[in-house]
């Protein structure tokens, strides 16, 4: 069963628009962290977010902002004001096991954002 | 400045040849990665090594090998035996393996198998 899921597989959006991008997760650890990575045209990931289990408290950076649900395991990813430099693919991934040994990357949801 | 450098960007091999894929961070980090992207696919994790003279098997660890003799160096070599290899092949490093450590990425390398 895939851990994390990410329905969108491709979203296209015109510059200015809000866009939100799915991320749903399963574990059944109690502690466990969710990430959101950035993959422009260049290939290079980019770590965008890390947030643990215990803090469900939305994040705001800029135009992004993260909200984290663990009662529908969501992790959603939201772009307001899109603007073209954010076309990218964008992965949501999870950390779990005593270790972090166990670390998924969701199949990625790819961004085209218009001008 | 500090990073993960891969090379070389781009990399074509003859069927049946193995070719060794450079992984290299100045980053002091102990615990580096492989991943292999294929086109519309997530990451699939190849090998990791947590330190030094130790690395594991990932999900998809067949035709592939890898070696951990200095913490600044992970290279991974794509061998014969690797039925479908051409991919995007993405190093990555964290401070240690952990839960809670961000993992960070090299550029790449694109693989193609003529």
């Known amino acids: 069963a895939q851990k994390v899921t990410q329905a969108q597989t491709e979203i296209s959006v015109v510059e200015k628009e809000d866009v939100t991008l799915d991320c749903v997760y399963e574990?059944?650890?109690?502690?466990?962290?969710l990430f959101w990575y950035k993959q422009p045209p260049s290939g290079e990931l980019v770590f965008l977010i890390r947030r643990n289990s215990f803090d469900e408290q939305n994040e705001i950076s800029g135009r992004y902002s993260w909200n984290f649900q663990k009662s529908t395991s969501s992790f959603n990813f939201t772009i307001t004001a899109s603007q073209v430099v954010d076309s990218a693919v964008y992965f949501c991934?999870?950390?779990?096991?005593?270790?972090?040994?166990?670390?998924?990357f969701g199949p990625g949801t790819r961004l085209s954002v218009l001008p | 400045d500090g990073g993960i450098t891969q090379s070389p960007k781009y990399l074509f091999r003859k069927e049946g040849q193995n070719v060794t894929l450079s992984c290299e961070q100045n980053l002091n980090h102990d615990a580096m990665y492989w991943y292999r992207q294929d086109p519309g696919q997530g990451l699939r994790l190849i090998y990791y090594s947590q330190i030094v003279n130790d690395f594991q098997k990932g999900d998809i660890a067949e035709g592939y090998s890898v070696s951990r003799e200095k913490k600044e160096s992970f290279p991974l070599t794509v061998t014969s035996a690797q039925k479908n290899p051409t991919a995007f092949y993405l190093c990555?490093?964290?401070?240690?393996?952990?839960?809670?450590?961000?993992?960070?990425f090299g550029p790449g390398t694109r693989l193609t198998v003529l």
């Open positions: 990555a490093s964290s401070i240690r393996q952990g839960i809670d450590n961000e993992q960070f």
């Open positions: 991934a999870l950390s779990e096991g005593s270790y972090g040994q166990n670390f998924v």
């Open positions: 574990t059944r650890d109690t502690t466990y962290y």
